[in-house]
Each structure stands twice: as structure tokens, then as C-alpha cells.
């Protein structure tokens, strides 16, 4: 550009301003292209939360167990944000703690600490009540409060809840290596997808609820082939002691050889039945508090064997998932029914620890016996019984006696063959 005659090096800046070029106004060529860039950048990550969205939304759709949902959605939702590690944690309720289910990029270190914290003893626990949170540097935070994620290296956090039909089921965060600030549409996704995943999770819960009822229907009909075979059976049985009964009285030994016979052709057809249900015995008891379960079990076999047991219960673990707490529950009464039936014992002592690992050991004071043996036999339904269910539990059943030493029946669930709740 040619500066007018009457222009000084001393006024170039008045110059440039008044006779500024057309293509650097508001409508010029070069605003239009920064424009032009802006909105192919807004195109860009509308695109990117329209993909993570459609991807998160096809995994939530299909069939998985609550773990595969949690994890699944958590690389999702990190591959989205950025984030350098996570956490998904569900919310027992009425004992108002928080379990992590999952996780990526956090150490076990800090897993073994907060894998059960109450609500208000970190930040995750805490959104539950108080909604989203974010911080975007730890290092500027002045209140004197442990960070436990800080310690790992983590300087920003942002925490979600998990929302089913607008009830708060639990929490899922991120966890960033740097100083990031997330945009406000990116905390508005990430809030519709925890609600995405809270539906799911419920639906999931509902599905094995239907399971149980299932079930349910399975355990009447199996109460109505009691009634129809044993129940029947037996009531021959007493009609059959009571004749015998009465030729024994009356001396008449003809009768009793006739009698004879039948009670024995009627115990072995009974005791065929019972053994055919024992095998195929397959009822579940609907989900919940595995504790008072425990207590009701051990209280039935107090009053129907006259043995004292004490229970020893340990550990602030999540709860069993029902399939689990079931099969658990079920192996404890197999336990109880054989110290009941063959250890003559003084009495029972059950410890259950449920912590990361779950443990259920039952022990008696009876005369024992050689394991090997016994798991040998054919005859020995109930510990045959017991080592199929720990088989379908994925646990691993130990069981240790000795001749007038007792015995101890130990189950064993680690935390990998754990299901969520």
C-alpha cells in the first residue's frame, strides 16, 4: 500500500488504521475464514459426542452382566474425556456405603483403600448427595483435606452420578494426569450418560429379579412332586407300619412276612426319590440381606438339632450378587445337614469374612472323618452336593477332618470370580 505525500513515518499507525484494508473488517475475506474454522471446530466435537453417544448407547443396549456394563461404559467415557483413569461405584443404601465395581488407570493401592467407603468419605461418595463435581486443580485447593486421588498424581477430577428412576444409584469419575477444564456440553453428555447407565444397571437388576421369580414358579412345582411322590409315599409307609404293627401284636407272623416286604420295596422307592431330588435340587430364595440369612439359617438349625452355633461374621464388602448368595447360602445349610446327621458334634462355629475375597467356613467338633473317602463314595450326597455348587459359584471348596478331630468345610470366592450386586 502507498502512503499519501503527506504522511510521516511518526503517524504509520493512524495511517494503517484509517486506511485499513476491506478483507480485515468484520466481513472481510479473513474473518470469514476464522469463522469458517470456528464452526468446522464446533462440527468436529459435536461429531465426536454424536459417535461417543451412538457407541455408549449400542453397549448399554445389549445383554451384559453389570460388570461388562460398568467397564465397558467407563473406557468409553474416558477414550471421550480424555481422562487417564476412572472408577464406577455402586451405592449400598442402608449401610449408606459406596463399592467400587470397576476401574482403569488407578493403582490397587488405593482400590485396596476405597474399595467400600462411606458416602461422605471421599469425592465420589460425596456427588452422590451433592450432584456433579469437578476440580479442576487439586493443587490449588487450600483445605487442608486428604486427596487420596492427588496422591496418585491425578490434578483434576470430575465425578457423575448414576441415576435409575430418579433415584441415585451410585457414581462414576474421571481422573486426569494434567489440568483440564471440561466444556460445558461435555459435562452435560456425561451426565445424560450416567443416567444411560443407571437405567441399564436397573434393568439388569430387574432381569435377574425375574430370574428369581422364575425360579420361584420352579420351586412350587417342585413342592407340588414333593407332595405327589414323597408325601404320598411316606403316608404308605405309616399305613404299612401300622399293619405291621398290629400282626406284631396279635402274633401273627404270616401278616408280618407280608408286611415285611412292602415296608422295604416302600423305604427304597422312597429313599430314591429323595436322593433324585437331592441331585436335581436346583430352588434359589429371593436376594437381600445375606446376613439375616445367615442368622435365620443357623437359628432353624439350632431348634431342629439342639446344637449351639456361633456366628462370626467380618468385612464391609458389597453384597453377594443373589445367584451367589444363594448357592452360598445353600452349601452353609448342606454343612449344617451333615453335622446335623453324621458328626455327633457339641457344636457349630461359622465365620463368614466378606471383604474383597469372600470366605464361609463351617466347623464342628465331632468325631470327623477322611475326606478322601468320603468324596470318593457314591453315597455321600451332600458333600457331592456341596462341591458341585461352589463348582457353579466359582469358588473353591476345601474340606479338611480327621478321625475324632471334627471337620471344616471352607468356601472360598475371590474377588475376580465375584458378580456385582
Not at 108 to 129: P, S, W
Not at 303 to 322: E, F, I, N, W
Request: a negative charge.
Amino acid at each position: 500500500m502507498n502512503l499519501p505525500r503527506s504522511a510521516t513515518p511518526g503517524k504509520r499507525t493512524s495511517l494503517r488504521t484509517s486506511n485499513r484494508s476491506p478483507a480485515d473488517g468484520p466481513d472481510g475475506p479473513a474473518a470469514l475464514a476464522r469463522r469458517v474454522r470456528e464452526q468446522a471446530a464446533l462440527l468436529d466435537a459435536q461429531g465426536e459426542q454424536m459417535a461417543a453417544l451412538q457407541d455408549i448407547t449400542a453397549l448399554l443396549a445389549g445383554q451384559h452382566t453389570i460388570e461388562e456394563l460398568c467397564r465397558g461404559f467407563l473406557r468409553r467415557v474416558m477414550r471421550y474425556a480424555g481422562a487417564d483413569g476412572g472408577t464406577v461405584r455402586t451405592l449400598d443404601r442402608p449401610r449408606d456405603n459406596v463399592h467400587i465395581v470397576v476401574h482403569e488407570g488407578i493403582s490397587e493401592q488405593l482400590i485396596d483403600e476405597e474399595h467400600c467407603m462411606k458416602t461422605d468419605a471421599c469425592l465420589c461418595g460425596e456427588a452422590i448427595n451433592d450432584g456433579v463435581i469437578v476440580i479442576q486443580d487439586f493443587r490449588k485447593l487450600n483445605t487442608g483435606r486428604r486427596y487420596r486421588c492427588q496422591e496418585e498424581g491425578f490434578v483434576s477430577l470430575a465425578v457423575f452420578q448414576i441415576v435409575a428412576r430418579e433415584a441415585v444409584i451410585g457414581s462414576f469419575s474421571l481422573h486426569f494426569a494434567r489440568q483440564h477444564d471440561l466444556a460445558a456440553d461435555a459435562l452435560r453428555l456425561l451426565e445424560t450418560l450416567g443416567c444411560n447407565l443407571g437405567i441399564s444397571i436397573d434393568n439388569q437388576r430387574l432381569i435377574a429379579l425375574e430370574k428369581e421369580v422364575a425360579v420361584a414358579q420352579e420351586r412350587s412345582l417342585m413342592a407340588q412332586g414333593l407332595h405327589d411322590s414323597i408325601a404320598q409315599g411316606l403316608n404308605l409307609l405309616n399305613l404299612h407300619a401300622q399293619m405291621l404293627e398290629d400282626s406284631v401284636r396279635r402274633d401273627n407272623l404270616a401278616e408280618v412276612a407280608e408286611v415285611v416286604p412292602l415296608l422295604r420295596a416302600g423305604v427304597e422307592e422312597s429313599y430314591r426319590d429323595v436322593r433324585e431330588l437331592l441331585l436335581n435340587f436346583r430352588t434359589r430364595w429371593p436376594g437381600g440381606d445375606v446376613d439375616a440369612k445367615v442368622r435365620d439359617v443357623l437359628g432353624k438349625f439350632e431348634q431342629q438339632s439342639g446344637l449351639p452355633c456361633k456366628l462370626d461374621m467380618r468385612g464391609r464388602g458389597a453384597p453377594l450378587a443373589p445367584e451367589q448368595q444363594l448357592q452360598v447360602l445353600f452349601i452353609l445349610q448342606e454343612a449344617l445337614s451333615n453335622i446335623r446327621k453324621h458328626a455327633q458334634a457339641g457344636g457349630v462355629d461359622v465365620r463368614i469374612d466378606n471383604g474383597r475375597d469372600f470366605t464361609l467356613r463351617v466347623r464342628d467338633d465331632g468325631r470327623g472323618f477322611a475326606p478322601a473317602l468320603l468324596l470318593e463314595s457314591d453315597e455321600h450326597v451332600g458333600l457331592s452336593i456341596m462341591r458341585e455348587r461352589a463348582l457353579r459359584l466359582g469358588a473353591q471348596l476345601d474340606i479338611s477332618s480327621a478321625p475324632g478331630a471334627g471337620a471344616t468345610v471352607s468356601l472360598l470366592l475371590r474377588r475376580e470370580g465375584r458378580l456385582v450386586a
